[in-house]
Nanobody, 124 residues
Framework: QVTLVESGGGLVQAGGSLRLSCAASGLTFSRYSMGWFRQAPGKDREFVTAISWIGGGTNYADSVKGRFTISRDNAKNTVYLQMESLKSEDTAVYYC?????????????????WGQGTQVTVSS
């Protein structure tokens, strides 16, 4: 059984930082591209960033480029999301997801497995 468990969410002031983690089990983590998505109240789930399992190529939404950094540690079966210069509009539930494809895609439908999400709240 595949499980993805996010952690590290919380309440932070605008301009602050947080690091999210997503621990994976039940899959060959090194053979999955990993993505982070978020969903704010009343809005659709949206792509944040992804990292390929081949070459570590990355892809970022324009809204987070230069502020967020995705990384992975295959030895720990974990993907991270370092978030800097947080804004109130970053407030959302953040989800990690796993995709067997080789491209760090932003297409939600390409992801086979999802975590339960972790809340990030940025106060202004």
């Amino acid at each position: 059984q595949v499980t993805l468990v996010e952690s590290g969410g919380g309440l932070v002031q605008a301009g602050g930082s947080l690091r999210l983690s997503c621990a994976a089990s039940g899959l060959t983590f090194s053979r999955y591209s990993m993505g982070w998505f978020r969903q704010a109240p009343g809005k659709d789930r949206e792509f944040v960033t992804a990292i390929s399992w081949i070459g570590g190529g990355t892809n970022y939404a324009d809204s987070v480029k230069g502020r967020f950094t995705i990384s992975r540690d295959n030895a720990k079966n974990t993907v991270y999301l370092q978030m800097e210069s947080l804004k109130s509009e970053d407030t959302a539930v953040y989800y990690c997801a796993a995709d067997p494809g080789i491209i760090a895609t932003r297409r939600i439908g390409e992801y086979d497995y999802w975590g339960q999400g972790t809340q990030v709240t940025v106060s202004s």
